[in-house]
């Protein structure tokens, strides 16, 4: 199955070329939440780590990138997890030799969490090449190809994060 062939069963929309543009619009949509899911799999899978954890590094590369420092708390709040959980990530990643633990540079009770350079060089290895092709295909948009796609985006984020209507609306119970 390539990037462009119709996946799974089908639910919701069925293959391209029985779809309405809008339907098929959502179609590849689909296909490429599918794709870039994968891929992120493939990227954990190969630096033997889990979606948080990958994720964490993420945060911490730019975080690093832009000048700034990471504490516990922060990757507390930016992932959405327990300070117990964010404790064992960063024993995890302390143990696996991607980050390490740092005094505070003005903060003596408090310790900032740094990637180590291996850990830059490893994620630019393994996500380098695919950042190249993504920015490859969005630079070949003309300026209003890519506002319309931006826009098309911003608006498909928001209908995404409306909050879900109660199912079942005004049906009544199942008996």
């Known amino acids: 199955m390539n990037a462009h062939s119709p996946s799974g069963s089908g639910y919701w929309f069925g293959p391209d070329d029985r779809l309405d543009p809008p339907g098929a619009v959502l179609q590849a949509l689909r296909e490429y939440r599918n794709v ?7 990227t954990r899978d190969s630096m033997g780590m889990g979606e948080t954890d990958l994720l964490a590094l993420r945060y911490l590369l730019r975080v690093q990138a832009d000048g700034g420092q990471v504490v516990p708390k922060d990757l507390s709040r930016v992932l959405g997890i327990t300070t117990a959980s964010t404790t064992s990530l960063i024993d995890r990643l302390v143990g696996s030799g991607h980050v390490r633990r740092e005094p505070h540079p003005t903060d003596r009770r408090s310790l900032v969490i740094v990637p180590t350079v291996a850990t830059d060089s490893e994620v630019r290895a393994a996500l380098g090449d695919m950042h190249r ?6 630079e070949d948009l003309g300026a209003e190809e890519a506002r319309i796609v931006v826009g098309f985006l911003h608006r498909m ?3 995404v994060a409306e909050p879900p209507s109660r199912v079942g609306g005004n049906c009544p119970p199942n008996r």
Do not use: F, N
């Open 133 to 138: 092709r993504m920015m490859a295909v969005a």
């Open 157 to 159: 984020s928001d209908a």
């Open 36 to 42: 870039e899911a994968a891929r992120r799999r493939a």
